[in-house]
C-alpha cells in the first residue's frame, strides 16, 4: 500500500507565499515524477508543477516565476514554494507521484487526498 500525504495548505492574502509537503510512504519500490495538480471550483484539474527523479522541474506558465517544485528522494517528499500569491491560485491542490511499489511493480499514478489552498483579502 502507497499513500500521498500533503501539509502546508491553509489562507494567505495576496501576495502572500505557502509551503505545500507531499510525503510518500508505504511499500515504495522507486519513484519516478513527482508533482503537483490543482482544482478550482467548476473547473478542470490542472497540471501545476512537476518533476523528475533528477531533479528537472516543469512548470505551468500561469505559475512560472512564482512558483518552485523540489523533492528530497531521502524522504520521498515534494515541495511546493508558492510566492506572489494571486487569488486565482485558489483551488484545492493534489500531490501526485508515479511510483512502483511492491504490489504494482510495473508503476502507477498514485494520488493525495488533496489540500485547500484559499488566497484572498
Known amino acids: 500500500q502507497v499513500q500521498l500525504v500533503e501539509s502546508g495548505g491553509g489562507l494567505v492574502q495576496p501576495g502572500g507565499s505557502l509551503r505545500l509537503s507531499c510525503a510518500a510512504s508505504?511499500?515504495?519500490?522507486?519513484?519516478?515524477?513527482m508533482g503537483w495538480h490543482r482544482q478550482a471550483p467548476g473547473k478542470q484539474r490542472e497540471m501545476v508543477a512537476q518533476?523528475?527523479?533528477?531533479?528537472?522541474?516543469n512548470y505551468a506558465d500561469s505559475v512560472k516565476d512564482r512558483f518552485t517544485i523540489s523533492r528530497d528522494n531521502a524522504k520521498n517528499t515534494v515541495y511546493l514554494q508558492m510566492n506572489s500569491l494571486k487569488p486565482e491560485d485558489t483551488a484545492v491542490y493534489y500531490c501526485?507521484?508515479?511510483?512502483?511499489?511492491?504490489?504494482?511493480?510495473?508503476?502507477?499514478?498514485?494520488w493525495g487526498q488533496g489540500t485547500q489552498v484559499t488566497v484572498t483579502s
Open positions: 501526485k507521484g508515479s511510483i512502483r511499489s511492491r504490489i504494482y511493480r510495473g508503476g502507477r499514478d498514485y
Open positions: 518533476i523528475t527523479s533528477g531533479g528537472n522541474p
Open positions: 508505504g511499500s515504495i519500490l522507486s519513484i519516478n515524477d
